[in-house]
């Protein structure tokens, strides 16, 4: 079987993506798996490398077809208008989140002219990112109009539990009104297909309800009658194992315990928040309906200890392993 080929783009060069970067590539096995190659400055892979004390080579390419995909030189392909003269590590700057962008950019445009069968970002800083002119809340919307890509939709994964949100960055307040059957039923059978892809050979599914204790029959709202527990029951017509809507104060800790393999819950905080309390070093984000899979970390740039050569590589680790095998 051909192995895919990922393009892993360096993030914010002020955090700790390219130190994540060169822990990741140098671990034996992990070009077993694929074809890595990074998107960043040759410099800045370099600094890191550094910092880490590993003495992996860096092979500054061109072209991909310059790529040698080999465990000990490291192929790094540097976008135009990407050179970090200094990199000052753990403080925001603009600049590097131009740098950032860009490689994002340089990804997107690889994977629609298909010379890349994944992507996989270390993490990007939202605020760098935003003084750096780029008006968007965030890196997915970014790729989502980069790429023209209208129904994208993240997906969480903490350990063997897999999260999915029906809405995401959007105010508070607009949430209920987006809660509807159709949007529900499509996030039901998107987390069915994917924890499929990577092994789970009949999952099991929990809807979690947007209401205090699962809107109390109608009485705290109605969201759960009449747009939940439909799309529910039309996704089991199609022999989705799925059950719901459950309380979401109870249906982690059901889905933790084993009950569940998947929560689809209907706001972006109702999923991260039991994601991020369940585990730290671990976990990936996976940004689904894009040209290709793109993963990234569960967490941020993590200023305070970048350039110290401490930081975790965990989330970094799962990040690449499932885009992988949802890429293949």
């Known amino acids: 079987m051909k192995k895919p080929t990922i393009g892993i783009t360096m993030g914010d060069p002020s955090g700790i993506g390219p130190e994540l970067i060169i822990k990741v590539l140098s671990k034996k096995g992990t070009f077993e798996s694929c074809n890595p190659f990074v998107i960043g400055d040759p410099k800045v892979i370099r600094q890191a490398s550094e910092v880490i004390g590993c003495d992996l080579r860096i092979n500054a390419i061109r072209d991909i077809s310059e790529a040698t995909f080999s465990p ?46 994944g992507i996989v970002s270390a993490p990007l800083n939202k605020e760098a990112f935003h003084r750096a002119g780029y008006q968007y809340l965030d890196e997915l919307e970014y790729m989502r109009e980069i790429t023209h890509s209208p129904e994208t939709s993240i997906i969480g994964v903490m350990d063997s539990i897999w999260t999915i949100a029906v809405t995401s960055h959007i105010p508070f307040r607009d949430i209920a009104d987006s809660i509807k059957k159709d949007r529900v039923l499509k996030h039901i059978h998107l987390m069915d297909r994917t924890l499929k892809r990577v092994g789970f050979v009949d999952p099991r599914i929990a809807v979690a309800a947007l209401n205090v204790h699962g809107g109390e029959g109608g009485l705290i709202g109605r969201e759960e009658i009449e747009e939940i527990e439909p799309a529910i029951e039309e996704a089991k017509k199609t022999n989705i194992k799925v059950r719901g809507p459950f309380p979401a104060d109870t249906v982690f800790a059901r889905a933790v315990g084993g009950e569940f393999n998947g929560v689809v819950c209907m706001y972006h905080d109702q999923a991260n928040i039991a994601r991020k309390l369940h585990t730290k070093r671990k976990g990936a984000t996976i940004f689904m309906n894009l040209p290709v899979i793109c993963g990234t970390t569960a967490h941020g740039t993590a200023f305070d200890i970048a350039g110290k050569g401490i930081a975790d590589p965990g989330s970094m680790e799962d990040a690449l392993k499932y885009t992988v095998i949802l890429s293949s």
């Open 72 to 117: 000990s030189r490291l192929d790094v392909f540097c976008p135009e208008g990407v050179d970090v003269q200094k990199i000052r590590w753990g403080k925001l700057d603009p600049a590097m989140g131009k740098a950032a962008a860009l490689c994002l950019e340089k990804a997107s445009h690889m994977a629609l002219e298909k010379e890349l069968d």
